[in-house]
């Protein structure tokens, strides 16, 4: 009984190992280009956060736009971009309105569109954070490894 029970519990367990053996390990920061622009930044991988987040500055909301400038160091591109919506973030600091954009991010050899929200983050280390919905079902995160698949796009 105890050894059906086994394999059972093994066989329910095996299409878990296949679906993340097809999935990309990266590190926990990597190297990301926004598209189509060819900006390099280094993300912080987050499986925590739920959303991805750009650092911008002289964000400013402009009816159903969003101006933004890209840090210094990374170009300072200015941007204008559709706002999707607002999304209210917890902070250390308390809660905060920012607006959601959608961006087109290589991370290793993967195109993906997905929806960042813009905000100052010129006191944190990384410029950009890849967020769950950036990861889900594309990558497995190895936290003890760093710059493992670097962007590969066209």
Known sequence: MKGSLLAASL???LPLAASAAEKRVIGGVEEVILLPWGVRLPARIDTGAAGSSLDAREVRAAGKEVELRLAPEYGGRPMRLPILRWRTIKTPEGKGRRP?????????????????????????EHPFLAGRNLLAGRFVVD????????????
Do not use: K, W
């Open 11 to 13: 066989a329910a367990l």
């Open 100 to 124: 959601v954009v959608r961006l087109e991010v290589c991370l290793g050899p993967e195109r993906i569109v997905t929806e960042v929200n813009v905000n100052d983050r010129s006191d944190l």
């Open 143 to 154: 936290v003890d490894r760093r710059q493992v698949l670097p962007p590969q796009c066209p």
